[in-house]
């Protein structure tokens, strides 16, 4: 007997408000789909699964930071599978 099944899903985050009202450069957009097949029969079973995800996520201006070291910052690309 063999199951299968497919999904696929969207996550839509905006921006975050500060309690003055200023927007914080932190918003999140991702889609993400993926697989999974199960075969069992007698005395044996069997799966196979995988996804894969993109999106691009904002990354805020941090406060005061004391590192000595120059970092850039701004949107990073996420994008992964397994």
Known sequence: ?????IYGKYF??????TAGG???DDA?????AGFRADWDRPGD???VQGNAYRGPEGQPLPG???TGASFT???ISL???N
Do not use: V
């Open 12 to 17: 839509d985050r905006n921006h975050t408000f």
């Open 73 to 75: 910052l701004g949107t």
């Open 1 to 5: 007997m063999a199951i299968n099944r």
């Open 64 to 66: 005061a930071i004391a």
């Open 45 to 47: 079973q069997f799966m």
């Open 22 to 24: 200023s927007t914080k």
């Open 79 to 81: 994008s992964g599978a």
């Open 28 to 32: 999140l957009h991702r889609g993400q």
